[in-house]
């Protein structure tokens, strides 16, 4: 079997949406299953998009997410450059050689003979579609013009009959009709190609042999096919992803929820756990597992159980993955991605970073990323604290007043503030005024946290200091 070999092929915009990286990690699982290359392709045609840095910033976040190109514009490859706009004379090249071969033909419309067409399309309802005027032109008119200097396009003959047939791996047979295939532009005027032309050029001389990309491109595909057809190439095998959806069933876009890698992971997300949960974005394994690690994603990826469907993503259980990786990180590794946040919200001068590191250590099971430990955390840093809703109708009981009383009498007791001592407090409570379970524990934690749930008490209790606690003890509701 040839060896296979996918590209990446981003624009160098800035940013990586979540729909871009999980298209970059499924032709990156796609080929590395069968010890294939991933190659990044920057695709820069469009110069007015272009962002400094872009490139640098793209080998970074996929290196984060543990994808390593195996060929780009940093690292090299026998097949470069892998720069589109670095290869503008390929591109001239190949279109004039199309020409020459009957497949393509320049266009001198202008753009007011381009509007008026437009305008007709739309006055009648119909799609715009270039009318083929300039394929009529003789040989003799050709070249006159191109001696005159006009500028010109080129533009790729398309067949008026007949139908055009491939197999997509996702989508299986895609089959259009020919007539609705416009002639498009495959060289601008400035010299610059199209995606629609760049594409196939670049795919063929770079040996991609698997073309996994956004379903947008499905319907232009058998415009690319022809293309291969016409230079006598060998057609890529095509998976087109389904979309990626927001929560409200539109196109995923900043409006909706999407999220660029960077701001994911600036907010304390793992890249391992982002990695994990888009490979489930339109695909799924065999078995119902969700948990995977780059690794066992490889070994286990098959793109023929890639959902036709469109996928949702869904911040719940991004969260829902990357909490089962919080889980797992030791202390240092939690406090590298939550203690930048704490030190942004709150004023942490007065204390030592072990008490620190004890805070966190109690809520790594209560957060699902770095940036939530603000959130959770706000009742060691206030002041007051109060009591509402829920807790306040606990706290209205019979028997809670006499409890927080008798508990207050053990905390003052207390000369060596330890755990030990914390829970031996409780215990005497228990006895003394005799509750349990949820009696003993629930108005406590309310009085001293406000809250009904959070981490074991006696650790709240010791972190947040005697003279905290019994302050929020004597305070009355
Ligand atoms: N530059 C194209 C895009 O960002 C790439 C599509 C492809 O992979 O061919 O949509």
Request: glycine share 6%; net charge negative; aromatic share 10%.
């Given at each position: 079997?040839?060896?296979?070999?996918?590209r990446?092929a981003p624009?160098?915009?800035?940013?990586?949406?979540?729909?871009?990286?999980?298209s970059?990690?499924?032709?990156?699982?796609?080929?590395?299953?069968?010890?294939g290359?991933?190659?990044?392709?920057?695709?820069?045609?469009?110069?007015?998009?272009?962002?400094?840095g872009?490139v640098?910033?793209?080998?970074?976040?996929?290196?984060?997410?543990?994808?390593?190109?195996?060929e780009?514009p940093?690292?090299?490859g026998?097949?470069?450059?892998?720069?589109?706009?670095?290869?503008?004379?390929?591109?001239?090249?190949?279109?004039?050689?199309?020409?020459?071969?009957?497949?393509?033909?320049?266009?001198?419309?202008?753009?007011?003979?381009?509007?008026?067409?437009?305008?007709?399309?739309?006055d009648?309802?119909?799609?715009?579609?270039?009318?083929?005027h300039?394929?009529?032109?003789?040989?003799?008119?050709?070249?006159?013009?191109?001696?005159a200097?006009v500028?010109?396009?080129?533009r790729?003959?398309?067949?008026?009959?007949?139908?055009s047939?491939?197999?997509?791996?996702v989508?299986?047979?895609?089959?259009?009709?020919?007539?609705?295939?416009?002639?498009?532009i495959?060289l601008?005027?400035?010299?610059?190609?199209?995606?629609?032309?760049a594409?196939v050029?670049?795919?063929?001389?770079?040996?991609?042999t698997?073309?996994?990309?956004?379903?947008?491109?499905?319907?232009?595909?058998?415009k690319?096919?022809?293309?291969?057809?016409?230079f006598?190439w060998?057609?890529?095998?095509?998976?087109?992803?389904p979309?990626?959806l927001?929560?409200?069933?539109?196109?995923?876009?900043?409006?909706?929820g999407?999220?660029s890698?960077?701001?994911?992971?600036?907010?304390?997300?793992?890249?391992?756990?982002?990695?994990?949960?888009?490979?489930?974005?339109g695909?799924s394994?065999?078995n119902n597992?969700?948990i995977f690690?780059?690794?066992?994603?490889?070994?286990?990826?098959?793109?023929?159980?890639?959902s036709?469907?469109p996928?949702?993503?869904?911040?719940?259980?991004?969260?829902?993955?990357?909490?089962?990786?919080?889980?797992k990180?030791?202390?240092?590794?939690?406090?590298?991605i939550?203690?930048?946040?704490l030190?942004?919200?709150?004023?942490?001068?007065?204390?030592?970073?072990?008490?620190?590191?004890?805070?966190?250590?109690?809520?790594?099971?209560?957060?699902?990323?770095?940036?939530?430990?603000?959130?959770?955390?706000?009742?060691?840093?206030?002041?007051?604290?109060?009591?509402?809703?829920?807790?306040?109708?606990?706290?209205?009981?019979?028997?809670?007043?006499?409890?927080?009383?008798?508990?207050?009498h053990e905390?003052?007791?207390?000369?060596?503030?330890?755990?030990?001592?914390?829970n031996?407090?409780?215990?005497n409570?228990?006895?003394?005024?005799n509750?349990?379970?949820?009696?003993?524990?629930?108005?406590?934690?309310?009085q001293?946290?406000g809250?009904?749930?959070?981490?074991?008490?006696?650790?709240t209790?010791?972190?947040?200091?005697?003279?905290?606690?019994?302050?929020?003890l004597?305070?009355?509701a």
């Amino acid at each position: 079997m040839e060896k296979p070999r996918t590209r990446f092929a981003p624009s160098p915009t800035g940013f990586m949406h979540i729909g871009n990286l999980r298209s970059a990690i499924f032709g990156y699982l796609l080929v590395k299953h069968d010890g294939g290359d991933f190659l990044l392709r920057i695709e820069d045609t469009d110069q007015t998009r272009k962002v400094e840095g872009a490139v640098e910033f793209i080998y970074n976040t996929c290196k984060l997410c543990g994808l390593e190109f195996d060929e780009g514009p940093l690292n090299g490859g026998p097949y470069g450059p892998y720069t589109q706009s670095e290869r503008l004379d390929i591109y001239k090249k190949y279109a004039h050689e199309l020409v020459e071969k009957g497949e393509a033909y320049y266009c001198f419309c202008t753009e007011e003979r381009l509007d008026k067409l437009r305008k007709l399309a739309e006055d009648n309802k119909m799609a715009f579609m270039y009318d083929g005027h300039c394929k009529r032109l003789s040989k003799e008119e050709v070249e006159a013009k191109l001696k005159a200097g006009v500028p010109y396009v080129i533009r790729q003959k398309m067949p008026k009959e007949g139908t055009s047939t491939y197999e997509d791996l996702v989508y299986g047979k895609i089959t259009v009709e020919n007539r609705i295939l416009e002639d498009q532009i495959l060289l601008k005027s400035d010299g610059y190609p199209t995606y629609n032309f760049a594409n196939v050029i670049d795919d063929h001389l770079m040996h991609i042999t698997h073309v996994a990309r956004g379903n947008e491109y499905v319907m232009s595909t058998p415009k690319y096919n022809l293309l291969y057809d016409a230079f006598g190439w060998e057609r890529p095998i095509y998976v087109h992803l389904p979309m990626v959806l927001g929560a409200d069933g539109q196109k995923l876009s900043k409006r909706n929820g999407d999220a660029s890698f960077m701001d994911l992971y600036h907010d304390g997300y793992l890249p391992e756990a982002i990695v994990n949960y888009l490979a489930l974005l339109g695909w799924s394994p065999e078995n119902n597992e969700e948990i995977f690690t780059l690794e066992e994603l490889v070994k286990v990826f098959d793109p023929k159980r890639i959902s036709k469907s469109p996928a949702t993503y869904d911040v719940k259980k991004l969260n829902w993955v990357n909490a089962h990786y919080m889980k797992k990180l030791d202390i240092d590794a939690l406090y590298k991605i939550t203690y930048p946040h704490l030190k942004e919200a709150y004023d942490l001068s007065n204390k030592s970073d072990e008490w620190i590191k004890e805070l966190i250590r109690i809520y790594q099971n209560h957060i699902s990323y770095g940036k939530e430990i603000v959130d959770v955390t706000d009742l060691f840093f206030k002041e007051h604290i109060e009591i509402t809703g829920e807790c306040k109708e606990f706290m209205e009981q019979e028997g809670v007043t006499n409890t927080i009383q008798v508990f207050e009498h053990e905390m003052e007791a207390i000369t060596d503030w330890t755990i030990e001592n914390i829970n031996q407090a409780i215990m005497n409570t228990k006895e003394k005024a005799n509750v349990k379970g949820k009696m003993l524990y629930m108005p406590i934690r309310i009085q001293i946290t406000g809250q009904m749930h959070g981490p074991e008490l006696p650790d709240t209790i010791h972190l947040l200091g005697k003279e905290t606690v019994l302050a929020r003890l004597q305070k009355k509701a």
